[in-house]
């Protein structure tokens, strides 16, 4: 596997490639890597010829400087599940080295980085565009992979891909998750067992959702789900929320709904865990 720590001399590997006629599959992560990553390494390895990985904790992504400081990091370990895994390619830039490449551009995200994830953490989808936008300058991919669990963030990169009409086939995979329902995500080390323990209650709400989807109102339900959260006396949720998976607008009446989709984020202790479940499927 070969290992890239600035921007120029990826850029010259890929083109090398590139005239070979050989097809880039690009997945982005921020490291503290498991096998919802490599679900998605798997993916790109068996559709490419070559599989680009970035491992970049983004700093323009984080709007709080305890989050960005506490992220796990397992570099060593990332490498190996990289390697183990059949990725070819694995890019660790530097933030001012890799930064110093954008060009500047006014973002208008529609509004989609004003609710959810945008709303509780402001700038954060303006530094998911920011950075997913260079590397796919930098990587020009033929498919990019990204994980359904930041459900949110694959309709922004959507929107992005759709708007700057990029030449980019996008891939959002299923959520991988643990035996007891638990999504996987970098941040579940940082939970203590009791947190861990108490964190299946949201997957447990999530599966409510579904099972009661038309039986009653929707937010009647959204306010059961959030409780059977809450019950947990570790858990505090910051929204639980049922809407259009394409829009993300509020359902009204489970009949107009086209594809409803849950979506939750839920504060263990420091911890924020954000998960979601498409109830019609
Ligand atoms: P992150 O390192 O958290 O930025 O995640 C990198 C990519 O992996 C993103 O596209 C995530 O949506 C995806 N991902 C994270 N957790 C999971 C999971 N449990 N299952 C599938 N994909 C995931």
Redesign the pocket.
């Known amino acids: 596997m070969l290992k890239f720590h600035n921007s120029s001399e990826l850029t010259d590997y890929l083109h090398s490639k590139r005239q070979h006629d050989l097809k880039v599959g690009f997945?982005?992560?921020?490291?503290?890597?498991?096998?919802?990553?490599l679900?998605?390494i798997k993916a790109s390895v068996s559709e490419n010829d070559i599989t680009v990985c970035s491992i970049f904790v983004n700093p323009t992504q984080f709007n709080n400087v305890s989050d960005l400081e506490h992220y796990p990091r397992s570099l060593e370990k990332d490498l190996l599940m990289l390697e183990e895994n059949g990725c070819q390619v694995v890019f660790l830039p530097e933030v001012n080295e890799l930064y110093a490449h954008e060009s500047k551009r006014e973002w208008n995200l529609q509004g989609l980085d004003l609710v959810f994830e945008g709303k509780s953490r402001p700038g954060h989808f303006l530094g998911v565009v920011r950075v997913v936008n260079l590397f796919f300058e930098l990587v020009k991919p033929n498919v990019a992979?990204?994980?359904?669990?930041?459900f949110q963030?694959?309709m922004v990169i959507g929107w992005m891909v759709k708007t700057l009409e990029l030449p980019i086939r996008l891939v959002f995979?299923?959520?991988?998750?643990e035996q007891d329902g638990l999504?996987?995500?970098?941040?579940n080390v940082r939970l203590n067992p009791s947190q861990r323990k108490a964190s299946v209650a949201i997957y447990r709400a999530l599966l409510y959702a579904k099972e009661q989807l038309g039986q009653v109102e929707i937010d009647q339900l959204e306010l059961a789900c959030k409780s059977m959260i809450e019950s947990e006396p570790e858990l505090k949720v910051d929204y639980f929320s049922i809407v259009e998976a394409e829009t993300l607008k509020p359902i009204h009446g489970f009949e107009s709904a086209k594809n409803p989709v849950a979506l939750t984020a839920v504060w263990a202790g420091e911890v924020r865990l954000i998960d979601n479940l498409e109830l019609v499927s």
């Open positions: 997945v982005p992560t921020m490291g503290a890597l498991h096998e919802g990553h679900s998605l992979y990204f994980g359904r669990k930041d963030q694959c995979a299923p959520t991988l998750r999504a996987m995500s970098s941040r």
